[in-house]
């Protein structure tokens, strides 16, 4: 057995060589890619490759072959492939050479997978133990097909010029670099092929009772580009119920300080769930607990918990409640019991703000709070207002009320409490601040004093009730949507061209679209567009490549690739016995 010559290393024999361990370190990288789809077509228990391998889930990838190549997991092992390489060629006979190479690359595949669990802990990944099994297959597939590359280059160089050694020195590493390029572009077009699913265009028709997320493509101001939305607080500020949970909720109220403010505040006890906008009315007219005749930028801040909100202004029939552009939005658009007027939901995210701006005139914010899912150790609720005006604290008991007796609606305004404490005899007391501002311009000159309000801190819906076509019409924004999953009554269905039979609710999810989304009549919604992945009722719909293929095609393709492979094995076969028998008459 003859020591490795480390002075090699510095020559060209080193080019060489490096050129070995790219092609071993492109097979190896791409690895994951071979046994996803081994485990598709082997134990996938979906339909379909696809849905094998992503267990039902969407299955969209846009693939890039710049990346593949010069991904961080292919550089890294280009070292160590170069060593397992070079100590291949320390053994004298072929048999141990080729023994030494396969274990060289198991052990390689082996602690590569290890060290990325290590790195990821978070990721839920396939246990270590079943890697370590298939890296056994995929270090004697790797071997056999790295072998039968270098046995074909070895062949084709010698018919060319079995004399030079400098053909080789030249050719061959060149030859390596050229099959680890053409290796990565076969693989990445078979997977992109196979994997990433094709667009599809949909005209689909869906109307109430709608239930879905959405996310609007871009959110431009021109009438092209704009993004689809249900912002229902275009809608009179007065016709909104806001059902909210509070974490370290704040209200800012900014004040337009030309305009002299005044602030009622109203402590409500005992009044009724879900009040009615008369009914509120009446709460108003109460005496008012304290009265700040002219009040600056006020804060109010509340401590975790459920909280109602009521918004009653006497403003411009263009006075509303903005809500930022949560990146995922959720909606429901449903039948009242009539089925002639609509009610509409919009769910609110917590990393919304809730923005509203007001003229001069009165405008009231109802704060309903109660002590339901509060902590049993702690069941009062509290609130605070704040500005240069007046401080003050409302630390809110729910006593002597029983939720299994009728509620008597007899509503009071406590006074101000000395010690911040306020028994409240309902299973919800209201914080009523109502902002006054004066208006001694004549009705013909426009308003323009003008406050505003940021709500932040919170989660929950919005609804609105009671809703005709005509309003409906108004609320939604026609536009673009990107995103759309839920559940829908589907009144027609056309996926390239094809009709698809729909029957009543369905659920229906799109993803990487195009889609443009507009409303018709009677709460109907129109989809039209590009999908990039189409479910109806979690079953996908747009196929991919490979998919359209007929099962013909399939098979003659498989076949090809297994002939391919049964040939390769063959050829090195034959290659390890004729090295057997000269061997064996050498010795002779």
Same mark, same amino acid.
């Given at each position: 057995m003859h020591k490795l010559d480390l002075t090699k290393m510095l020559k060209w024999e080193t080019v060489i060589y490096l050129s070995h361990a790219l092609f071993l370190s492109v097979i190896i990288s791409t690895g994951g890619v071979i046994q996803e789809l081994i485990d598709g077509l082997l134990f996938g228990v979906q339909a379909n490759l696809i849905d094998s391998i992503y267990e039902g889930g969407i299955a969209l990838n846009e693939y890039h072959l710049f990346d593949w190549a010069?991904?961080?997991?292919l550089l890294t092992l280009i070292l160590p492939c170069y060593f397992v390489v070079l100590m291949s060629l320390k053994p004298d006979s072929a048999t141990r050479k080729n023994l030494t190479l396969m274990g060289g690359l198991y052990v390689l595949l082996c602690v590569s997978d290890t060290l990325i669990n290590l790195f990821y802990k978070d990721v839920d990944f396939v246990p270590l133990s079943t890697h370590y099994i298939y890296n056994f297959f995929g270090a004697l597939a790797i071997f056999l097909f790295y072998k039968f590359i270098v046995l074909a280059n070895r062949k084709l160089l010698l018919k060319i010029d079995a004399d030079s050694k400098a053909l080789f020195k030249l050719i061959e590493p060149a030859i390596m670099a050229a099959v680890s390029v053409l290796y990565l572009t076969l693989l990445f077009v078979t997977q992109s092929s196979t994997m990433a699913v094709s667009p599809s265009h949909i005209n689909i028709t869906i109307e109430p009772p709608l239930d879905f997320f959405y996310?609007?493509?871009?959110?431009?101001?021109?009438?092209?580009? %704009?993004?689809?939305?249900?912002?229902?607080?275009?809608?009179? #500020?007065? =016709?909104?119920?806001?059902? &909210?949970?509070? /974490?370290?909720?704040?209200?800012?109220?900014l004040i337009d300080s030309s305009v002299s403010t005044a602030l009622e505040? %109203?402590?409500?006890?005992?009044c009724?769930?879900?009040?009615? #906008?008369? =009914?509120?009315?009446?709460? &108003?007219?109460? /005496?008012?607990?304290?009265?700040?005749?002219?009040?600056?930028n006020t804060l109010l801040e509340f401590d975790d918990g459920q909280v109602d909100i009521k918004l009653l202004s006497d403003g411009f029939v263009n006075e509303g409640i903005s809500l930022d552009s949560s990146s995922i939005k959720q909606a429901s658009i449903t039948l009242e019991d009539d089925e002639e007027k609509y009610r509409i939901s919009r769910f609110i995210a917590y990393d919304e703000t809730i923005s509203h701006n007001s003229w001069e005139g009165t405008t009231t914010y109802i704060f309903f709070l109660s002590d339901f899912l509060q902590d049993k150790e702690k069941p009062m609720r509290t609130a605070r207002i704040a500005s240069k005006e007046f401080n003050a604290k409302f630390n809110f008991s729910f006593v002597n009320f029983n939720l299994d007796k009728p509620i008597d609606n007899s509503c009071t305004s406590l006074?101000?409490?000395?010690?911040?404490?306020?028994?409240?005899?309902?299973?919800?007391?209201?914080?009523?601040?109502?902002?006054?501002?004066?208006?001694?311009?004549?009705p013909l000159i426009f308003r323009q004093g003008k406050h505003s309000s940021s709500i932040e801190g919170v989660s929950g819906w919005v609804f609105k009730e009671h809703v005709d076509e005509k309003q409906l019409k108004r609320?939604?924004?026609?536009?673009?949507?990107?995103?759309?999953?839920?559940?829908a009554k589907i009144t027609s269905l056309n996926v390239d061209g094809k009709p698809y039979s729909v029957h009543d609710r369905h659920s229906i999810a799109i993803q990487k679209g195009e889609i443009g989304a507009s409303h018709t009549d009677n709460g109907t919604i129109r989809l039209v567009g590009s999908a990039g992945v189409f479910f109806l009722d979690n079953k996908?719909?747009?196929?991919?490549?490979?998919?359209?293929?007929?099962?013909?095609?399939?098979?003659?393709?498989l076949t090809i690739?297994?002939?391919?492979?049964?040939?390769?094995?063959?050829?090195?076969?034959?290659?390890t016995q004729n090295n057997q028998t000269n061997t064996k008459e050498q010795s002779k």
């Open positions: 010069t991904s961080p997991h996310s609007t493509k871009n959110n431009s101001d021109s009438d092209k580009h %704009r993004g689809f939305d249900i912002p229902i607080g275009k809608s009179r #500020i007065n =016709e909104l119920d806001w059902k &909210l949970f509070s /974490t370290d909720m704040s209200v800012d109220y505040v %109203r402590v409500l006890n005992g009724g769930i879900n009040p009615t #906008i008369s =009914e509120i009315e009446e709460y &108003l007219a109460l /005496t008012p607990a304290i009265t700040i005749p002219n009040i600056s006074p101000i409490s000395k010690n911040d404490n306020y028994e409240i005899e309902a299973p919800i007391g209201g914080l009523a601040l109502t902002f006054i501002s004066d208006n001694n311009r004549t609320t939604i924004d026609n536009g673009l949507l990107s995103f759309i999953a839920g559940s996908r719909v747009n196929q991919s490549r490979w998919e359209k293929l007929g099962t013909e095609y399939q098979l003659a393709i690739i297994f002939s391919t492979i049964a040939f390769c094995v063959n050829q090195f076969v034959k290659h």
